[in-house]
């Protein structure tokens, strides 16, 4: 059965409905998911307006709860009942109430199955006095709870390109003091998971950002990257996580380096989103680290552009395959590790610990687990 994705309409003096629409009229989408849009169906007309006689004409089938989406439909349900004015490109509290409604309606569906993934549509962020991470942080439990106290991972993603933050919507002023050792390991480990368990990949290949100019040029220009940021990697390591760094942002990002890595992580908002939208503006805001599967374009509001047809829909299409593919990813993971081989760990001659599977028929051990080689730093 194809799964239901709840769609957030966002704010609606914005370019989320446009985005939506657009999106969800690519001829492959009906073929992947049921689409369910929660916004306000006045609006939604409101916006058809603005758009050109291919995405003009579109009818939506009008539903009171998930489980009356139909295949191959435009489904909406009606998150706020108000007559709400389209202001296009302006900020206003009927906009952030109307967001934030339909992001809240959403989220009940999907704490409550009857949804399966939630893609959000841009809103001010004066909707929810922060970020959806952070909202969605606050409501939505973590894998690990034992990673809890740093929440989740803000996660941009388009191809091979991923950079995760260490900081997310942090004043500049404010970001040394949150660089931490612990926060930078925990922030490791969840893009790690993420990587195995939403991605497929085996082993991933982390680097990590310097939070200085030049790797703070060995102290020289702040000893940040000495005293947190490499025992934080060497901790990663230790704990089998194939961590690399910490490298100097403009150079990693100039020579290309990135594209030797599975993800990267940087150490706040702008030092790995500026190059990261620079390369393409096309990708897709994935939140690591909650039990549920979120996924948005990686743009915003676009007031400037709003109501006059001129928005790309090309980051909603991407953060609605990518919400689809993490839920496909995610259940087969789940699925291959639900009844993992049993080891027992033995010592050989020189006393070295070394892991050995299970012969259940002469119990004195099976195949040798060995793991690969790490990469070199400089590979």
């Known amino acids: 059965m194809k799964p239901i994705i709840a769609i957030t309409a966002g704010d609606t003096n914005g370019v989320g409905y446009e985005v939506i629409i657009k999106a969800l009229l690519n001829g492959y989408m009906f073929e992947i998911m049921r689409p369910v849009v929660y916004g306000n169906a006045a609006v939604a007309k409101h916006h058809l307006q603005t758009l050109d006689e291919d995405h003009r004409n579109v009818t939506w089938n009008m539903i009171d709860s998930p489980e009356q989406a139909k295949d191959s439909r435009l489904n909406l349900i009606t998150c706020y009942t108000d007559n709400l ?3 296009f490109g302006k900020n206003t509290p009927d906009s952030n109430k109307a967001a934030k409604a339909s992001l809240d309606r959403a989220c009940a569906d999907l704490k409550a199955g009857k949804v399966q993934a939630i893609v959000t549509a841009p809103i001010n962020k004066e909707a929810l006095n922060g970020g959806h991470t952070e909202y969605l942080e606050s409501l939505f439990e973590p894998i690990d709870p034992k990673l809890a106290t740093n929440g989740s991972l803000m996660m941009l993603c388009s191809g091979n390109l991923r950079v995760a933050l ?5 004043p500049l002023a404010d970001i040394p003091a949150q660089i931490t050792e612990e926060r930078i390991l925990t922030k490791m480990t969840l893009l790690n ?3 195995k368990r939403d991605f497929g990949m085996d082993k991933p290949r982390i680097a990590v950002l310097a939070l200085n100019p030049h790797a703070g040029d060995a102290g020289l220009l702040g000893k940040e990257e000495q005293e947190i940021i490499l025992p934080a990697i060497n901790k990663a390591k230790e704990q089998g996580i194939w961590a690399f760094g910490p490298y100097a942002a403009d150079g990693f990002f100039g020579s290309e380096h990135y594209r030797h890595f599975d993800a990267v992580l940087a150490m706040y908002h702008d030092q790995g989103l500026i ?15 909650l039990k549920i ?12 552009i709003a109501g006059k047809n001129m928005a790309d829909e090309s980051s909603m299409r991407n953060a609605l395959f990518m919400a689809v593919d993490v839920l496909r990813q995610r259940e087969l993971y789940d699925d291959l590790t639900a009844n ?3 080891f027992i760990e033995r010592a050989d001659g020189e006393g070295k610990p070394r892991r050995e599977f299970i012969d259940f028929k002469t119990t004195t051990g099976g195949n040798r687990f060995e793991r690969p080689a790490e990469p070199k730093e400089n590979e």
């Open 166 to 170: 260490v900081c997310n919507h942090v």
């Open 340 to 342: 993992p081989l049993p």
């Open 85 to 87: 004015p389209v202001e």
């Open 193 to 195: 998971n993420a990587l």
């Open 275 to 289: 190059p990261f939208k620079t390369l393409d503006m096309s990708g897709v805001n994935f939140t690591a680290g």
């Open 293 to 304: 599967i979120r996924t948005s374009p990686d743009h915003g509001t676009g007031y400037d």
